[in-house]
């Protein structure tokens, strides 16, 4: 009888699996929010995780599993510790739609890194570099998973280290992110920084698996 796999797999077994590379729903009361006012059936696309195991385990040390709550990048920045943001009052994407688009309750796996080789290219060369199952993840999720993943293990992702996300300005320029840690800079630049560059420059590109 041949062998089936399913498609998706339970909250617990994925945690289980991705060890520290995942943040649920427990990540999130513990070092997120402590209260969250939205109706439960909100919730029921976290239920069941729409990755097989067999791709969790493949993907366990290079991604992060995540549960993302539709937060927008500024709702994200007022729940948190004013330190873990390079700009707040004067920030420029404060008025702009990608800084307040909420996105949708769903799991994410995204890669820890930026794409292999894809820094130093435009937009377009670095499509070339993402295999058939990834795609580019918004701003909001990218910014969603740096915080949540430094909240729950204390380790920075993407320290330094500029990534193209699928957000995009008024000019058809896309958002990078990252964490700057430029301690011994004057003034000290230090948290997450968002931004906007031309088409090739020295960012890489961000993935996330696809469904």
Not at 85 to 92: M, N, T
Not at 186 to 194: D, F, L
């Amino acid at each position: 009888m041949e062998k089936t796999f399913r498609l998706a797999t339970s909250p617990k077994r994925s945690r289980e699996i991705m060890g520290k590379n995942f943040f649920g729903l427990e990540e999130i009361f513990s070092h997120f929010v402590a209260r969250i006012t939205k109706k439960k059936k909100q919730f029921a696309a976290l239920s069941e995780v729409p990755f097989s195991e067999a791709v969790l385990e493949e993907l366990k040390d290079t991604h992060i599993l995540i549960a993302v709550l539709p937060f927008s990048i500024l709702e994200i920045r007022s729940k948190v510790a004013s330190s873990l943001f390079l700009s707040h009052e004067g920030a420029w994407y404060n008025k702009k739609s990608f800084a307040k688009k909420h996105g949708q309750t769903k799991w994410q796996l995204v890669r820890k890194t930026e794409v292999a080789n894809s820094t130093s290219k435009s937009w377009r060369e670095q499509q070339v570099l993402l295999s058939k199952d990834e795609e580019v993840p918004t701003a909001q999720v990218m910014v969603y998973t740096i915080i949540g993943h430094y909240l729950a293990t204390g380790e920075h992702l993407f320290k330094n280290t500029n990534v193209r996300t699928s957000s995009v300005v008024s000019n058809g320029g896309h958002v990078g992110v990252c964490y700057i840690d430029s301690i011994d800079s004057i003034p000290p630049r230090i948290g997450i920084n968002i931004n906007t560059f031309s088409d090739r420059t020295h960012l890489g590109i961000a993935s996330a698996r696809k469904f």
